[in-house]
Each structure stands twice: as structure tokens, then as C-alpha cells.
């Protein structure tokens, strides 16, 4: 290497990594990147597979980088190490343009097609995500990229030091994640295909294999550190625990969910997420990278492309945080891309004006990208939920001598831990003990076994427990598990009422009401919590509904006790939520309430005030931030003001039906078929959605049910942040196969979103802003 090239490749760090650290999260985040925080400081032992290198170099950065908290210093690691990536795809691509040219390129050809494959990588938005808050992730594509560089280094120079080197990172990498051992295939048919006689030479495989040992030294924390670890396993000094923890024997399930036949689709899913990661120029010039190497550099060409194959044969068919694992092809595509600019500007070099050109399009894409990504609110910077949730815990139970007990996902724990852990924030066990509900001791398990050692509370809602017979009474943002009846005591609205709807032996009560807010957003939401109440048992379904101004909100049974399930005289409360359009005017609109008889057809029942509604409140409404108007338009349907389902196509054999369609689809039992879903973003997801498909009965009822993850699981909407970023397209496709028994006749097939723990259906929003039911029918499907 140059001087030049490494004092560009010392700016270009410094400069990704001032970008990383100003988006950067800057305290925690709920689940895994809190304890990818709280681990190192507290030298615990992390969820399998232990992650050793990640907790020992994140502990050596929290002790040297005196900076902020330690859930901030933290998230600076990744960036520092995203930096650190970045950079070193520059360096790969830097030492192979002048192959490429044959002769010594001019200054700017030489380092143009680096920085443009270098930039092209810290403006993907799944690198730049990971890049700014603490995960163990962005530290496996450092490894891997780290990898490649030494094994080229080590073709260009032929010095045996970075064999040497290469070797220990591949032990530290070992000790880190499995993820970063896929690319051995790559590796060793890399080395091969330089030095054929290496097998020959026993000496240079003994070193090798030296090497990896020394670099696999941090395994030695788990033995030392497990019997007195104050968090994760005690028995990581016997073989038995230390190979189970070490090889995440209990994560397997969730490999290789796809099969052969997925594949097709698998490729698709890989190019849509592509997509959203690169321009399109980009992926030409990864393209035309790839072809060059296999021209012109035979030995590099079956690095990458072995490197590029097995990691998307593994990650592809996986189903646990893809998007995590994608980081490491989309380093290798950045390379690729950089070396594919290299070529196209060699070949323009004679074609001043084209190669002018070509050189303006490379500076300004990434840059361009990047800008996109900021204003679509890639950002961290500003993002505070768990931070809101962890003060809400402490202000409602600290200090209280209440000896509550908070059950709760690994999601929600984890921010608190880092509060408990590392910033000298306890919490009494007589104020308040949190525990962790797993899969061995579910949710309604795990009520049974505190109901009766005080307060109960949920940290979010749960079906299942209110399923088994229990309320869940709001309570700020948690849900107190009481037994039914629940007294006015256990459930006192802030705005209280006394109105009753209906006549006769029939009749409901609305106690008050409690309100989050009276100022809200257009394109969000007025949350709104009930309280109501029955003298005598209800034999019809009857539910609320709101107006707000000129729009009507008619909530859907779905995930609600129904009026059918209430006892007499207890106080039922219920969370509603009013969607605020995107085209309604900024202005101050009362917000009125009624109810409806649904099984009964009876749209507005009358009420005590002698109206069919009543006035509960004056909301103001503000401006959107986007109104997405024209998109909406054009859409199929709008999910919650969030996600817009953009198209939705079927084909079965030379069959193809595109949405709403009314000629019905042809299909025989037993036969599979293909829907393509296509998603877009409107705005940051605040939940985890799963997508649901049916193919329903005249009656409504499914026959054929699929429930997933977007993109198989691939991309999921929210996970511990939202990764669906505004604006951006999903296409989601799917194989479906017709029950074998499935009688003859017409059937619909309908789709649509709900809420991973909630269960609760996204409601459809129609252009005038008001609620149209909660799953959209595509289209007839007959089967013969």
C-alpha cells in the first residue's frame, strides 16, 4: 500500500465513523442490543452462542473510550467497527485497480472505484442500521471483510505474516459467531487455488493451524469466567455445557426452514432486499465486478464467488434475523461493485465525456443514497422507546413497597438490566421483581405461579393470558393481570363518566375514559382507553365506535373481550386506538363515541344522553410529515396508516390473477401456487407484524392458513427498532399449496397484518380516513 492510499483510507474511517457515532442510538435498545451492552460491562456470558471475542473486545472498548454511558460507548463500538469495514473494503478494491488497468492508473481512477465501493457499503441502510447501536453482528462482517483482505494481501505480497494474521482472525472469528466460519469453503479453495503446494509443505499448514489456535484463546473466558458469571450459564466449565451454549444447540430449530422448491422465491426475496440496499447502478456494476474477476483473476473470482454462494445458501433459508447475517454478502457485493467500477471507467478511459461522466455518477450515488436513507429516518439518534420504558418502570414502581411482580419478554427485560447493571439503577425486590417468561415457562404459566405473591403486571398486552380468564387492566403502558370480577377499585378511569347505551334488560355503561394525548399527528394515532360495564349477562356483541370530526372509527371484534364474556358488574377495560388520516386537515376536532349492536345489525344504539353519540374531548390535530397521498391512491389497501399493501399477484401454472381480481383462480387439491405480496412503508413501524394468508369459506372461515415473518421470516417490520424505514417497497412472495382434502367449490383468499404479541389485526383505512374492516379479499379461487 501507498502512502496515498493509506492516508485516504484513514480519512475515509474518520469520516464513516463521525457519521456513524452522530445517528447512533444513544442510550439502549430493547432486547438483544441491550445485552449485547450490558454483557461485556458485567463480564456475563451472552445468549448462545456466547459470542466470547464480541464480549472481550466490547469490555476492552467500554474500559479505554470514556465517553457517555455504557449503553452509549457501546453502540460507538459499532461504529467504530462498522468504520473499520468500510474502510477495509476500500483497501481490497484499492489494491486491485491497477490490475485492472494493467499500468498505473491516473490519481482519480485509482481511488474513485474504492471510495465508490466503500460508500456504496455505509450507505446501505441494513450496514448503516447495524452500524449504530450495539450488536455482535456488524462485528461478524468486520471478521469476514478483515478475512478477504488478508487472504488478498497475502496473494498480492506472498508474505507468509498475512497468512499468519489471517489465521488468527479466523480463531477469533470462531470464537465469536458460527456465522463467520461459512466462508472456510471460499477460503481454503482460495489458498489453494494461490499456492497448490501448500498441502506439500507441511511446515506452512502447521503454522497455519498454530495460528488459529492462538486466535482461539477467547474460548478460554467461558471455562474461567462460568461458575461465577452473574449472568448466563454456570456449567460452561464442564464439556457438556460448554458444547451446548457454544454450539446454540437450542437455536437449531430454526435453520433450514426452505426447502428446494422455495428456492425460486428465496432468490426473490434476496433481490427485493437487494433492492433497498443498492441502486440499481450499483448492482450492474456488481455484476460487471464479478464477471471481470472470473475473466481476468481466476483466484479472486472463486473467492468471492464461493464467499458470495455458501453465505446466501445459509442465510437465505434461515429464519432468525436474516437481515443480521445479510450484512456479510452485501460486503462482499460492495467489493465486487468497486471492482466492476474500476473496469467500467478502464473502459471509458479513451471516452473523455462517457468516462466524465461515469466518474460524476460514482462520487455522487452513494452520496445521494446515503442522503435518502437520512431523510427517510435511518437514524437512531432520536429513538427512545426502551429509554421511555425503562423510566416509566422505575416511576411507577420504584419507591412503592408495592412487592409487584412484572412479567415480561426478553425484549423488555433487557434495557431494565442494563439500568440494573450498569448504571448503579436497582430495583428492590420489595418495590418490584421482574421476570423472564421463556418458552420452558410460557405466559399463563407463568401467571399462575405469581397471582397470588402480589400485583401482577404484564409489560405488554397478551392474549393468551387474558384467553385463560384473566383481565388485563391498563395501567400506563403495562396491563395489571387481575382476577375477573375487577372492582371499580382495580380499574378507575381519569375522566370519569356515567352513560349507558341501549334499552330495556340490555343496556352497557361507560364509566369514563382515560386519554394518552389531546394533540396528535395526522397519519398517527389518538390511543384511548375504555371503561364500561354490563348489570346483567350479554347475550349480542356490542362495540364501540368513534368519530373524530368528519372521520368514523368502527373497531372490529378481533383481539377484544367481547361484551359476551363480561360478568355483571365488572369493570372491563379495553385500549382502542383512532387512526388520524394523513389528509386530515391540521384543526381541533371533537371526538364523540357510540356504540353498536353487531350481532344484532344495529349500527348506532341510543344513549342516555339522548343522542346515538356522546362528546368525549376536543383532539388537535397537526400537521403530517408526509402525506403520501398519491402513493395511497394507488394502492391496494392502507394497514393502519403504516404499510401500504402496493400490488398483490397469484399464478398457478400459466394462470396468473393480479388484485382485486373477480375471475376466479383455478386450482385442483393438492396443487401449489405462487402470491407475490408487494409492501410499502409509510412510516417507521412501532410493532413486529406478521403477515397473515387464508383461503376462506363462504362463510368466512379459513381452510388454508399461513401466518409469517415478511419475506419468510427475512425482514421483519420492527425488530428492537423499526427496520422498515419510510418509503421503501418489499416484495414478498410466496408458495402455498391447496389442502389434499380440501372439497371442491369457491373460495377467497384474503390478506393482511397483525401484531406479533398483541395478535391484534392492522385495521384498513380507506382514502377518506375511516376504518374499512381488517383484512383485504384479493380475489375468488376455485377448486376442482
Not at 362528546?615 to 397537526?622: A, F, H, P, W
Request: net charge neutral; proline share 8%; hydrophobic share 45%.
Amino acid at each position: 500500500m501507498n502512502k496515498h492510499t493509506v492516508i485516504s483510507a484513514v480519512a475515509l474511517f474518520l469520516g464513516i465513523f463521525v457519521l456513524y457515532s452522530c445517528t447512533a442510538a444513544p442510550a439502549t435498545l430493547f432486547g438483544d442490543p441491550a445485552e449485547y451492552q450490558f454483557i461485556p460491562a458485567i463480564l456475563g456470558i451472552a445468549h448462545p452462542p456466547g459470542y466470547a471475542f464480541y464480549t472481550l473486545l466490547a469490555r476492552f472498548w467500554q474500559m479505554v473510550i470514556p465517553i457517555g454511558t455504557i449503553a452509549f460507548r457501546t453502540n460507538l463500538l459499532a461504529a467504530a467497527v462498522g468504520a473499520w469495514t468500510v474502510t477495509v473494503v476500500y483497501l481490497i478494491v484499492a489494491e486491485h485497480v491497477p490490475g485492472i488497468y494493467g499500468t498505473a492508473p491516473h490519481r482519480l481512477s485509482s481511488h474513485l472505484p474504492p471510495l465508490f465501493a466503500a460508500l456504496t457499503l455505509a450507505a446501505a441502510p441494513d450496514f448503516w442500521q447495524h452500524a449504530i447501536h450495539a450488536n455482535a453482528h456488524i462485528v461478524s462482517a468486520a471478521l469476514t471483510t478483515t478475512h478477504l483482505w488478508l487472504l488478498l494481501r497475502w496473494q498480492r505480497t506472498g508474505h507468509e505474516r498475512w497468512l499468519a494474521l489471517f489465521c488468527i482472525t479466523c480463531g477469533w472469528a470462531a470464537t465469536h459467531h458460527p456465522i463467520t466460519m461459512i466462508g472456510v469453503p471460499a477460503y481454503a479453495t482460495f489458498i489453494l487455488a494461490v499456492q497448490p503446494s501448500v498441502i506439500r509443505q507441511w511446515r506452512t499448514p502447521v503454522k497455519m493451524i498454530g495460528c488459529f489456535l492462538v486466535g482461539l484463546l477467547p474460548l478460554l473466558y467461558y471455562p474461567l469466567r462460568s461458575p461465577t458469571t452473574p449472568f448466563g450459564p454456570r456449567d460452561m466449565h464442564t464439556w457438556s455445557g460448554f458444547w451446548r451454549h457454544f454450539t446454540a444447540q437450542g437455536l437449531r430449530v430454526n435453520l433450514f426452514h426452505f426447502g428446494l422448491a422455495d428456492q425460486p422465491d428465496r432468490l426473490a426475496v434476496f433481490w427485493s432486499i437487494l433492492g433497498l440496499q443498492f441502486p440499481l447502478t450499483s448492482i450492474l456494476l456488481t455484476l460487471t465486478g464479478l464477471v471481470w474477476t472470473v475473466r481476468r483473476s481466476r483466484a479472486v473470482a472463486v473467492l468471492l464467488l464461493i464467499f458470495l454462494f455458501t453465505h446466501l445458501a445459509f442465510t437465505l433459508n434461515t429464519v432468525q434475523d436474516v437481515m443480521a447475517y445479510l450484512l456479510i454478502p452485501f460486503v462482499a457485493c460492495a467489493v465486487a461493485a468497486g471492482l466492476g467500477a474500476a473496469f467500467a471507467l478502464a473502459y471509458s478511459h479513451h471516452l473523455k465525456h462517457v468516462w466524465t461522466l461515469l466518474a460524476i455518477v460514482l462520487f455522487t450515488l452513494p452520496i445521494y443514497q446515503g442522503v435518502i436513507d437520512l431523510l427517510r429516518g435511518i437514524s437512531l439518534r432520536d429513538f427512545n422507546a426502551s429509554e421511555e420504558y425503562v423510566t416509566a418502570v422505575y416511576r411507577r414502581f420504584a419507591g412503592r413497597g408495592e412487592g409487584a411482580v412484572l412479567l415480561a419478554a426478553w425484549e423488555k427485560l433487557t434495557p431494565l438490566w442494563v439500568h440494573m447493571y450498569t448504571e448503579g439503577e436497582p430495583l428492590r425486590q420489595e418495590d418490584l421483581r421482574p421476570v423472564y417468561v421463556t418458552a420452558a415457562r410460557p405466559w399463563v404459566e407463568s401467571v399462575w405461579q405469581y397471582i397470588e405473591t402480589g400485583p401482577l403486571y404484564l409489560a405488554d398486552y397478551r392474549p393468551q393470558v387474558r384467553d385463560a380468564g384473566f383481565r388485563l387492566v391498563p395501567d400506563g403502558p403495562f396491563y395489571r393481570v387481575v382476577a375477573p370480577p375487577v372492582s371499580a377499585e382495580e380499574a378507575a378511569p381519569s375522566h370519569p363518566l356515567d352513560i349507558t347505551a341501549g334499552e330495556g334488560d340490555q343496556t352497557l355503561r361507560l364509566l369514563g375514559y382515560d386519554l394518552l394525548t389531546d394533540t396528535v399527528r395526522a397519519g398517527e394515532h389518538v390511543e384511548l382507553t375504555l371503561y364500561q360495564s354490563v348489570e346483567q349477562p350479554f347475550h349480542n356483541i356490542w362495540m364501540p365506535y368513534a368519530r373524530l370530526g368528519p372521520l368514523e372509527a368502527r373497531w372490529t371484534t378481533d383481539s377484544r373481550l367481547l361484551t359476551t364474556q363480561w360478568l355483571p358488574d365488572e369493570v372491563v377495560a379495553e385500549r382502542y386506538e383512532v387512526p388520524v388520516p394523513f389528509n386530515l386537515p391540521a384543526g381541533e376536532y371533537p371526538l364523540r363515541l357510540g356504540y353498536a349492536d353487531l350481532s344484532g345489525g344495529r349500527l348506532e344504539l341510543p344513549l342516555s344522553t339522548g343522542d346515538t353519540t356522546v362528546e368525549l374531548t376536543k383532539i388537535t390535530v397537526l400537521p403530517p410529515r408526509s402525506a403520501h397521498l398519491a402513493v395511497r391512491e394507488r394502492a391496494l389497501a392502507n394497514l393502519d396508516n403504516r404499510i401500504l399493501l402496493a400490488r398483490a399477484s397469484a399464478r398457478a401454472g400459466w394462470q396468473k390473477r393480479t388484485a382485486m381480481w373477480t375471475e376466479p383462480l383455478h386450482l385442483r387439491r393438492g396443487q401449489a401456487f405462487h402470491l407475490t405480496l408487494t409492501w410499502r412503508a409509510m412510516t417507521a413501524p412501532r410493532d413486529s407484524y406478521t403477515v397473515f394468508i387464508h383461503l376462506i369459506d363462504g362463510s368466512g372461515h379459513p381452510v388454508l392458513g399461513h401466518d409469517y415473518t415478511p419475506l419468510g421470516g427475512a425482514c421483519p417490520t420492527y425488530l428492537w427498532f423499526p427496520k422498515w424505514l419510510p418509503s421503501q417497497t418489499f416484495s414478498d412472495p410466496y408458495r402455498l399449496t391447496v389442502p389434499a382434502d380440501l372439497p371442491p367449490g369457491d373460495y377467497w383468499l384474503e390478506v393482511g397484518m397483525y401484531g406479533m404479541t398483541s395478535l391484534q389485526r392492522l385495521p384498513v383505512v380507506n382514502l377518506e380516513g375511516n376504518l374499512a374492516g381488517d383484512r383485504i379479499i384479493l380475489g375468488p379461487v376455485r377448486v376442482n
